[in-house]
């Protein structure tokens, strides 16, 4: 009988798959304990952080963010997830990469640098679950992943903020423009993509649909899901999920908090019900460890992420038949 591994399973399993014995409060902190590796083949999801805040409009501090998840995640790596009653990594293989490398005083080489970082990944076959870091690392993102899946994208988008208003300048960094520039390059197809929370105005919501946070909070979170569900169909989708989606009782530690958001109970229902969705790509961002209190921020990022790598099991298994 194989012996268990007893701790730092992040650097001492040998396969992708099965987990460890660790003490919570101890060892290498990757990613729900998962291998530190940049070795891609066999993998079916990458786990990796883009560590940029230079985008943020009001408070910094998410470069701090991915280290913050992946801090979070360790209770999550002891226990089987709630509700799913299984180990998600018995099959699915699952690394976490470590974090993007990107010269952060040269601005100008931070887009190029995100874009071959989910190239790289992406050619391996394998799908990519990232954490920022503030929410304009989705932008080179989705240019990678509209690379690979082809344009345009459905966008599955959890915000306060639209992060729609005009910017055609080329070479702006701005967490509230990405998906102006998204919509504008084609990466994105307004008509079947959602932004489900929002709760601050824009003149222009660039034709896509809105499920505001009083819509989410009069339908429940049963009937949102649904409507997600139906304005996404089948077609190649990317899920971003901004931490200030919540509310900042559930979720103070972010750049630009807004009043009267999701639950945590709520939004992770919805994520949960993410199934029949084709996801192609993934992020969780606006993490920002300096304002949160008692980690409850990181934590709600942390189960969010685990519980899309809940659904991307499943998603594996039914492919399987």
Not at 72 to 89: H, R
Not at 153 to 178: Q, V
């Given at each position: 009988m194989t012996q268990p591994i007893l701790g730092d399973g992040a650097i001492r399993r040998p396969s992708l798959y099965g987990s460890s014995i660790e003490n919570t409060?101890?060892?290498?902190?990757?990613?729900?304990?998962?291998?530190?590796?940049?070795?891609?083949?066999?993998?079916?999801?990458?786990?990796?952080?883009?560590?940029?805040?230079?985008?943020?409009?009001?408070?910094?501090?998410?470069?701090?963010?991915?280290?913050?998840?992946?801090?979070?995640?360790?209770?999550?790596?002891?226990?089987?997830?709630?509700?799913?009653?299984?180990?998600?990594?018995?099959?699915?293989?699952?690394?976490?990469?470590?974090?993007?490398?990107?010269?952060?005083?040269?601005?100008?080489s931070i887009v190029p640098s995100i874009v071959e970082h989910a190239r790289t990944i992406l050619a391996s076959g394998a799908k990519m679950l990232t954490f920022g870091g503030d929410h304009f690392v989705t932008y080179p993102l989705l240019k990678a992943h509209a690379e690979k899946f082809g344009a345009p994208?459905?966008?599955?988008?959890?915000?306060?903020?639209?992060?729609?208003?005009?910017?055609?300048?080329?070479?702006?960094?701005?967490?509230?423009?990405?998906f102006y520039k998204a919509v504008k390059e084609g990466l994105i197809d307004p008509k079947t993509s959602v932004q489900v929370g929002i709760r601050t105005w824009n003149d222009d919501f660039m034709g896509i649909h809105i499920i505001d946070a009083p819509t989410v909070h009069a339908i429940g979170a049963q009937a949102t899901l649904e409507r997600i569900l139906a304005i996404v169909g089948q077609n190649p989708a990317y899920l971003t999920f901004d931490i200030d989606c919540l509310d900042p009782a559930f979720a103070p530690g972010t750049g630009t908090p807004v009043p009267a958001g999701l639950s945590s109970a709520q939004a992770l229902h919805i994520v949960r019900g993410m199934g029949p969705v084709n996801l192609v790509g993934m992020d969780v961002v606006e993490v920002s460890p300096p304002f949160d209190q008692s980690e409850i921020t990181a934590l709600a990022a942390a189960h969010i992420a685990a519980d899309l790598l809940c659904v991307l099991r499943n998603q594996k298994l039914a492919r399987a038949g």
């Open positions: 409060y101890a060892g290498v902190l990757s990613f729900m304990r998962r291998r530190y590796t940049r070795e891609l083949a066999g993998a079916d999801v990458v786990i990796s952080g883009v560590p940029l805040d230079l985008a943020v409009t009001f408070r910094p501090g998410a470069r701090l963010g991915p280290a913050a998840i992946r801090a979070a995640s360790v209770q999550l790596a002891e226990l089987k997830p709630y509700p799913w009653g299984f180990d998600p990594f018995e099959e699915l293989a699952v690394i976490d990469y470590g974090d993007c490398w990107f010269d952060a005083h040269n601005p100008l994208l459905s966008l599955i988008h959890f915000d306060a903020h639209c992060d729609t208003w005009a910017d055609d300048s080329p070479d702006s960094l701005n967490h509230g423009t990405m």
